[in-house]
């Protein structure tokens, strides 16, 4: 099927290739079911066709399953008996295994490349979202970023954006006569945050060097796709995390990659795993970011495909948005299910040979109900499909071989030693300690100052006023010297009270004498 992706077989014997179409592959799509109805062996195989096809593939591994792509299938695996007769059934004529081009990725940097992101590319909205920031606190957080591009501020890393932060607590009068008012509750409230972040292993993800774009979205020497895998398992621990640098991911790439209209086959797919954690108690500022991101993606050449249990986890204007779709079987075992069902039924371009609610609820382990866009991008009609066997190596692979693997990428070494260049950390630290030194500097002065003033006063009382002879001396001594004083003294006690005491008592005898 040339400019295809061959997805299975449909029709009534399962003898009718349904593929999809590489032109249209960039109108995006939905993949869907409950847990164990093989929704993670149909994101294999898309994979493995897109890069055949010479498409580069971006997904998350969210099992440790996926990593098998890098291998291939063998004749001895306990399923291969089981997967030939599909093919055969299904009319997939030249089926074989088969390794395809992989690059793995770790956020934490133990099961692949580590792959990083800076602060200011992060911004303030996804960091928000991150951190689980209030209303006021996002206000806050704002004004932080906008200081720092002000005053020329690099936010690369964590401790740059928590130094930031106490520069702007110490500033914080200043700065909410010109921005609005920052709290010190408000910035308590996101170094908190950060420390929980950082905790999670979250600081990570921020630094040098960053991810390059280009470094995703790499063939190999025969033209094959290159498949990145990140590895998820242990991301799942901090959900928000994994769904808020993925949301990174698809932002960057709408942001930096050029508008190509509609080429015959996407620059790259991207996949997204686990979708509803994107939106669960998302804000609707965060949803709308996510809608105008899938709607205008399409034109950069990125196809994007949500990976979840119910299309229910993704909002009404996004979930109209993906035309190419794959739904695996759903249960219906509440009142809510079976609602859900109903909508997701009502969905498709009915099929008269069979219901489509009861297809979406009947369908077995790889098997599903598909839709593609056919001509002039209209969906097709639905059918019952019978999912193609993988090529590659169904299951995780050894620890061993993925070492081997990440050694000899073509980007082995450039991610991993970490880079620290100067930064708000450094420049503010530097500030602080100049200012230090200056006020220590002025401090002295100012002692010095002191002392030499002080000691001027010293040598001033000392050495003041005319020295005078000892006959000059003794001659002023001994005519008003002793004298003097011995007079001051009487007329002290004269004032006082026993002083009065005697004045009256002779002036009484001497009128009494009378």
Same mark, same amino acid.
């Given at each position: 099927?040339?400019?295809?992706?061959?997805?299975?077989?449909?029709?009534?014997?399962?003898?009718?290739?349904?593929?999809?179409?590489?032109?249209?592959?960039?109108?995006?799509?939905?993949?869907?079911?409950?847990?164990?109805?093989?929704?993670?062996?149909?994101?294999?195989?898309?994979?493995?066709?897109?890069?055949?096809?010479?498409?580069?593939?971006?997904?998350?591994?969210?099992?440790?399953?996926?990593?098998?792509?890098?291998?291939?299938?063998?004749?001895?695996?306990?399923?291969?008996?089981?997967?030939?007769?599909?093919?055969?059934?299904?009319?997939?004529?030249?089926?074989?295994?088969?390794?395809?081009?992989?690059?793995?990725?770790?956020?934490?940097?133990?099961?692949?490349?580590?792959?990083?992101?800076?602060?200011?590319?992060?911004?303030?909205?996804?960091?928000?979202?991150?951190?689980?920031?209030?209303?006021?606190?996002?206000?806050?957080?704002?004004?932080?970023?906008?200081?720092?591009?002000?005053?020329?501020?690099?936010?690369?890393?964590?401790?740059?954006?928590?130094?930031?932060?106490?520069?702007?607590?110490?500033?914080?009068?200043?700065?909410?006569?010109?921005?609005?008012?920052?709290?010190?509750?408000?910035?308590?409230?996101?170094?908190?945050?950060?420390?929980?972040?950082?905790?999670?292993?979250?600081?990570?993800?921020?630094?040098? &060097?960053?991810?390059?774009?280009? +470094?995703?979205? $790499?063939?190999?020497?025969? !033209?094959?796709?290159?498949? /990145?895998? @990140?590895? =998820?398992?242990?991301?799942?621990?901090?959900?928000?995390?994994?769904?808020?640098?993925?949301?990174?991911?698809?932002?960057?790439?709408?942001?930096?990659?050029?508008?190509?209209?509609?080429?015959?086959?996407?620059?790259?797919?991207?996949?997204?795993?686990?979708?509803?954690?994107?939106?669960?108690?998302?804000?609707?500022?965060?949803?709308?970011?996510?809608?105008?991101?899938?709607?205008?993606?399409?034109?950069?050449?990125?196809?994007?495909?949500?990976?979840?249990?119910?299309?229910?986890?993704?909002?009404?204007?996004?979930?109209?948005?993906?035309?190419?779709?794959?739904?695996?079987?759903?249960?219906?075992?509440?009142?809510?299910?079976?609602?859900?069902?109903?909508?997701?039924?009502?969905?498709?371009?009915?099929? &008269?040979?069979?219901?489509?609610? +009861?297809?979406? $609820?009947?369908?077995?382990? !790889?098997?599903?109900?598909? /839709?593609? @866009?056919? =001509?002039?991008?209209?969906?097709?009609?639905?059918?019952?499909?019978?999912?193609?066997?993988?090529?590659?190596?169904?299951?995780?692979?050894?620890?061993?071989?993925?070492?081997?693997?990440?050694?000899?990428?073509?980007?082995?070494?450039?991610?991993?030693?970490?880079?620290?260049?100067?930064?708000?950390?450094?420049?503010?630290?530097?500030?602080?300690?100049?200012?230090?030194?200056?006020?220590?500097?002025?401090?002295?002065?100012?002692?010095?100052?002191?002392?030499?003033?002080?000691?001027?006063?010293?040598?001033?009382?000392?050495?003041?006023?005319?020295?005078?002879?000892?006959?000059?001396?003794?001659?002023?001594?001994?005519?008003?010297?002793?004298?003097?004083?011995?007079?001051?003294?009487?007329?002290?006690?004269?004032?006082?009270?026993?002083?009065?005491?005697?004045? $009256?008592?002779?002036?009484?005898?001497?009128?009494?004498?009378?």
């Amino acid at each position: 099927m040339d400019g295809t992706i061959f997805i299975g077989g449909g029709g009534e014997n399962y003898g009718e290739k349904q593929g999809l179409l590489l032109k249209y592959a960039n109108r995006h799509g939905l993949v869907a079911g409950a847990t164990g109805t093989g929704k993670t062996v149909t994101l294999q195989i898309m994979a493995e066709s897109f890069a055949a096809q010479g498409v580069p593939v971006f997904l998350s591994d969210v099992k440790g399953d996926l990593s098998g792509l890098a291998k291939a299938g063998s004749e001895g695996f306990k399923l291969h008996d089981a997967f030939t007769s599909r093919a055969e059934k299904i009319g997939f004529d030249d089926y074989s295994y088969g390794a395809f081009p992989v690059t793995f990725w770790d956020l934490y940097g133990d099961q692949g490349h580590p792959i990083r992101t800076t602060v200011s590319e992060m911004g303030p909205l996804l960091l928000s979202r991150l951190l689980e920031l209030t209303d006021a606190q996002e206000g806050v957080l704002n004004i932080a970023f906008r200081v720092a591009d002000e005053q020329g501020l690099g936010l690369l890393d964590l401790k740059d954006l928590q130094a930031l932060l106490v520069w702007v607590g110490e500033n914080a009068k200043d700065l909410s006569l010109r921005y609005g008012n920052v709290s010190t509750a408000s910035i308590g409230a996101i170094q908190r945050a950060l420390l929980v972040l950082e905790n999670q292993g979250g600081h990570k993800l921020f630094g040098e &060097p960053a991810l390059e774009l280009s +470094d995703i979205m $790499r063939t190999d020497t025969d !033209g094959r796709g290159r498949i /990145s895998i @990140l590895a =998820s398992d242990k991301l799942m621990g901090a959900p928000r995390l994994y769904a808020t640098f993925l949301l990174w991911l698809l932002s960057e790439l709408f942001e930096e990659l050029p508008e190509v209209g509609d080429p015959d086959k996407p620059k790259l797919v991207f996949f997204f795993d686990e979708a509803h954690l994107l939106f669960d108690d998302a804000p609707k500022a965060l949803v709308d970011k996510v809608e105008q991101v899938a709607r205008l993606i399409r034109s950069k050449g990125v196809g994007v495909y949500f990976v979840t249990q119910n299309p229910d986890d993704v909002p009404e204007d996004i979930l109209g948005q993906l035309g190419n779709r794959v739904q695996h079987a759903l249960r219906a075992f509440t009142a809510k299910d079976r609602r859900a069902l109903k909508q997701a039924a009502e969905t498709y371009r009915d099929n &008269p040979r069979f219901s489509t609610e +009861d297809a979406i $609820r009947e369908v077995g382990v !790889g098997e599903a109900v598909t /839709s593609f @866009l056919e =001509s002039k991008g209209a969906p097709g009609v639905v059918e019952r499909t019978l999912i193609r066997p993988p090529s590659s190596q169904l299951g995780p692979i050894e620890k061993s071989e993925r070492k081997a693997l990440i050694d000899a990428s073509p980007i082995a070494g450039k991610y991993e030693t970490l880079k620290d260049r100067e930064s708000a950390y450094e420049i503010l630290t530097k500030r602080a300690a100049d200012a230090a030194k200056e006020a220590e500097e002025a401090e002295r002065l100012e002692e010095e100052a002191v002392s030499a003033a002080e000691r001027e006063y010293r040598a001033g009382r000392r050495y003041s006023g005319s020295k005078v002879g000892r006959s000059t001396s003794r001659r002023k001594s001994s005519s008003g010297g002793f004298g003097k004083a011995v007079t001051d003294v009487v007329i002290k006690e004269l004032k006082g009270t026993t002083g009065k005491r005697i004045v $009256r008592g002779i002036l009484g005898s001497l009128f009494k004498g009378r």
